[in-house]
């Protein structure tokens, strides 16, 4: 596979959809130590909204369809996620603007812009313990995989893996933004849900390429 089409991107959103409501729990389990408790609920409720809203823009451009999303979890999701995530999809559609399809280039510059806009948001670095800690390794991979020739498909797999590793990597560190930052050493010790659930999305895409 060369390129990722748009039909995958619809069925993408359609996974994640269901993988976050698959782990609406476990999400908001990681999220009772140190959060609100309301991480999993929220990306639920929002990718329900996002379902409701795609059939009215699935022959519309990828770009398209992502800002759809970005507008939909901004104005349905509470707590950071909301702007945060909908910032993603926001980026991440206007570096897709008018494509039908991604090329391993395509997917470089709509990540690169999708987790700029997430940094520009939060204003969170790599290890403070967020979901910049999933999203920063990932990208790296993936242009990395993408520099050394390897096809669409293995370059997200090695986004994913590295994605994964952020995740666990959240683990030890203490917070430096958000809800768990007031907590200090207590937040130590605890897996960053934010990061959970963007290891999450990402792997949705993977998942929806193999398939």
């Known amino acids: 596979m060369t ?18 409501n698959e782990n609406a729990a476990y999400l908001t389990q990681l999220d009772s130590p140190i959060g609100d408790a309301d991480h999993g609920t929220n990306m ?22 992502l800002k759809t ?23 991440g559609g206007m570096a897709a603007d008018a494509k039908e399809e991604l090329t391993n280039g395509d997917m470089v510059e709509l990540l690169q812009a999708a987790v700029d806009g997430v940094i520009q948001r939060g204003r969170a670095q790599l290890g403070d313990k967020t979901m910049i800690d999933a999203l920063l390794p990932a990208l790296a991979a ?16 090695d986004a994913v893996a590295a994605a994964e590793q952020g995740m666990k990597d959240t683990i030890p560190l203490q917070a430096r933004k958000g809800r768990a930052s007031y907590l200090g050493e207590r937040s130590i010790g605890h897996q960053d849900p ?18």
């Open 44 to 65: 639920d409720r929002g990718f329900k909204k996002v379902m409701e809203k795609l059939p009215t823009v699935a022959d519309k451009d990828i770009g398209n369809i």
């Open 142 to 157: 993936l242009k990395s995989g993408t520099e050394s020739g390897k096809g669409v498909v293995a370059a997200i797999a």
């Open 3 to 20: 390129t990722i089409s748009k039909e995958q991107i619809v069925r993408w959103l359609e996974s994640t959809a269901a993988v976050l």
């Open 194 to 211: 934010g990061a959970t659930s963007s290891f999450l999305i990402l792997n949705a895409l993977l998942t929806t390429l193999n398939a």
């Open 69 to 91: 999303v970005g507008m939909t979890l901004i104005s349905s999701v509470g707590g950071a996620s909301g702007p945060l995530y909908g910032t993603f999809f926001m980026r």
